[in-house]
């Protein structure tokens, strides 16, 4: 069985420029999840689909972060314009439902941003 | 709220031999999950174990084993005959309903050959 997929694994853009995803979760995994890893620090979560509904994105910047879910396979996840804080590893992960489902994840995006 | 806790940013143990790493957590709720998770260097998040709140047998998978104390809301991980490969930082993450895994800020470990 294939593993979630992201891409692309590493990225370095500057300041204020744009940088966008992909996630291809396992297939038939209904809940798909972004999380932000800063260095040093646990994973926490941005947002949340189940199929191609949000589900909950109430830790997720609103006004440079945006993701989406169109056919509820794939997703995207977008940062724009980016600041040096946002630099992190972008984890995608996903689940067959919510509860207690286990939640499996991605290799993750390393972002730097200068 | 829910938080949860790993008071051991580091730890170490030599090869062959065991080592329990700590998490305690917070919650008003009865129903929820506990997980632990491995992220080695290349950074891909690995389920070690997990257990269901409800459950009071420990659950185990070959050489992790957890020791989860309801009441005390602590959920340690035990790594038994220690290997090379263990070499990683360990999350605890902590489950309730259709809500999002909160994850501690982790324990590295370190197996000494």
């Known amino acids: 069985e294939a593993g979630v997929a992201q891409s692309p694994r590493y990225k370095i853009i500057e300041k204020r420029q744009s940088v966008a995803f992909w996630c291809n979760p396992i297939?038939?995994?209904?809940?798909l999840y972004w999380y932000q890893q800063i260095l040093g620090q646990g994973p926490k979560l941005l947002i949340q689909?189940?199929?191609?509904?949000?589900?909950?994105d109430s830790q997720l910047p609103k006004d440079r972060f945006s993701a989406e879910r169109l056919k509820g396979v794939d997703s995207t996840l977008k940062i724009q314009p980016a600041k040096l804080e946002d630099s992190a590893v972008y984890l995608c992960?996903?689940?067959?439902?919510?509860?207690?489902?286990?939640?499996?994840f991605g290799p993750g995006t390393r972002l730097l941003v200068l | 709220a829910q938080t949860v806790t790993q008071s051991q940013p580091e730890m170490s143990v030599q090869e062959a031999e065991t080592v329990t790493l700590s998490c305690t957590y917070d919650?008003?709720?009865?129903?929820?999950?506990l997980f632990w998770y491995k992220q080695p260097p290349s950074r891909q998040m690995i389920l070690v174990i997990r257990?269901?709140?409800?459950?009071?047998q420990n659950a185990t998978e070959n050489r992790f084993s957890v020791n989860f104390q309801k009441a005390a809301k602590s959920f340690s991980l035990k790594i038994s005959d220690s290997q090379l490969g263990d070499t990683a930082m360990y999350f605890c993450?902590?489950?309730?309903?259709?809500?999002?895994?909160?994850f501690g800020t982790g324990t590295r470990l370190t197996v000494i050959p």
């Open positions: 992960a996903s689940s067959l439902g919510t509860g207690g489902k286990t939640q499996y």
């Open positions: 297939s038939g995994h209904a809940t």
């Open positions: 689909f189940q199929n191609n509904g949000v589900v909950d």
């Open positions: 919650t008003s709720e009865n129903n929820y999950y």
């Open positions: 257990q269901e709140a409800y459950k009071q």
């Open positions: 993450a902590f489950r309730t309903g259709a809500n999002n895994l909160f």
